[in-house]
């Protein structure tokens, strides 16, 4: 492999309210995927979040604890992100970077699963994931993350735009609001162009239409500018704009064994 390529997965699903992903829209019942990425790059593979913990396939409770009553994951054991890599052919120890959007717990499935990562993240967003305000604890959980041994590299506010491989085929760009150290990235492959992956920056084409707020945030104000800060990089650079839990859109991509390249 000369040339990087994009890969689609998922950890099963979240069972919830409307209102959990799409504030104030009502008490109806609603399934959302789960997505993970892995980038396979000349210089070394890439995973992006890692969707959830793969412990969240055998006990639920026993993992997230009470907030389980509000977003009830569904998955296989088969899902979670090293056994999907390994059915890939790529082992543990082949992963170079582990990419997090954001530390919560739908988005930590890949923290401390491969023993020779680096995991980058916003300094913001560690800093906070480890003493959360009391309304977004639940969010949070501190065993995926607060792992002895793990190399973290932490982003400073003045690091958005990072560049992962010096090549711009891989940024981070800062979308806070969903929390406070939330990142976006933006993919630059040699056929299919830019992607924007905008994960819990926009959950949903209504949230990226400024139809729905997200039904947990840190900040309404700075969610606002963050979705209108990804339009303005869509519409310039023509990305393919890939949204973060939406049920309607998240079939329409393609899916690992599929690839974007």
């Not at 699963?113 to 949070?140: C, S």
């Not at 735009?161 to 085929?169: E, I, Q, R």
């Not at 310039?236 to 974007?260: I, S």
């Amino acid at each position: 492999m000369t040339t990087p390529r994009l890969y689609m997965f998922q950890t099963g699903t979240l069972k919830c309210r409307v209102c959990n992903i799409k504030m104030n829209a009502g008490l109806d019942e609603y399934e959302i995927p789960v997505p993970w990425y892995l980038i396979t790059h000349p210089a070394g593979n890439v995973v992006i979040d890692g969707g959830c913990a793969v412990e969240c396939a055998s006990d639920p409770v026993a993992h997230w604890g009470d907030v389980t009553a509000v977003y009830w994951p569904v998955m296989r054991e088969e899902e979670g992100c090293v056994q999907a890599l390994k059915a890939f052919g790529i082992e543990p120890e082949d992963v170079r970077y582990v990419l997090h959007s954001h530390l919560h717990l739908d988005h930590t499935g890949a923290t401390g699963r491969f023993p020779n990562a680096t995991h980058i993240v916003r300094r913001r967003e560690y800093e906070y994931a480890m003493a959360p305000d009391w309304f977004a604890a639940g969010g949070y959980i501190r065993a995926d993350f607060d792992r002895p041994g793990l190399k973290w590299h932490l982003l400073e506010d003045g690091d958005d735009g990072y560049d992962v491989f010096g090549d711009g085929s891989i940024r981070f760009i800062f979308t806070p609001g969903h929390a406070p150290g939330h990142a976006s990235f933006l993919l630059q492959l040699p056929e299919t162009g830019p992607v924007l992956l905008a994960v819990d920056a926009a959950y949903t084409t209504d949230h990226w239409d400024e139809k729905a707020l997200p039904g947990f945030l840190a900040s309404t104000v700075d969610t606002v500018r963050s979705v209108r800060k990804l339009h303005a990089l869509a519409e310039k650079t023509g990305a393919l704009v890939v949204t973060g839990h939406d049920p309607q859109a998240w079939p329409t991509f393609r899916h690992a064994p599929e690839y974007y390249s």
